[in-house]
């Protein structure tokens, strides 16, 4: 017997077409855009940390010292300021949260440490004003990273920094001087 079966019709044709496509943009949005490009505009690639993977093969970075953690605070009278920075190698990363009484100036940014023979490089990370901010960075050169603060009221203002990361050490510019602080690696038992 030779049956021969009836080639589909345009209707069957328009409506697979359309279910390809709308499965294509669901995989898309869903899967391809927050593995790829970390834009995850439906919420699934943070549920299934398909973002981490736009970061590079393999989200984890090994550091060959144990990291660090700092606590400083800094009461800035009317019209006073302070600039706290890290000494960080290249790519070092570093998490902080900053919070003061007050809203006050600030500018996070970077600089490398100059001889004769080299041209400083300077990187502003962020600049503004608030009275906190949160976040974390890897270091964009070897270098001084950290915040410039200033008080442009007429009350006193305490400015606490938390940070943990990979510094070596820390320096405190204020009252036309500067400080450095050794900051100890963590122990570990």
Do not use: C
Not at 110 to 124: K, L, N, R, W, Y
Request: net charge negative; hydrophobic share 40%.
């Amino acid at each position: 017997m030779n049956q021969q079966s009836a080639p589909p019709s345009r209707k069957s044709l328009m409506i697979a077409s359309v279910g390809a496509f709308l499965v294509s943009v669901l995989v898309l949005l869903a899967f391809v855009l927050p593995a790829e490009f970390g834009q995850d505009p439906l919420g699934i690639g943070g549920v299934l940390r398909l973002t981490a993977l736009s970061r590079g093969a393999n989200p984890f970075e090994e550091q060959v010292e144990v990291h660090r953690e700092d606590y400083v605070e800094f009461e800035l009278g009317p019209f006073q300021s302070v600039e706290y920075k890290y000494l960080m190698d290249l790519d070092a990363p570093l998490v902080f949260s900053w919070l003061a009484e007050g809203e006050v100036y600030y500018d996070m940014h970077a600089h490398t440490e100059t001889t004769e023979e080299e041209e400083e490089v300077v990187q502003i990370y962020e600049q503004g004003t608030a009275g906190r901010r949160m976040g974390s960075m890897h270091a964009a050169f070897t270098g001084l990273h950290g915040w410039f603060w200033e008080n442009r009221s007429a009350q006193t203002i305490l400015v606490r920094l938390y940070t943990a990361g990979f510094y070596q050490t820390s320096t405190v510019f204020r009252d036309g001087g500067d400080f450095e602080r050794v900051i100890e690696p963590v122990a570990i038992p």
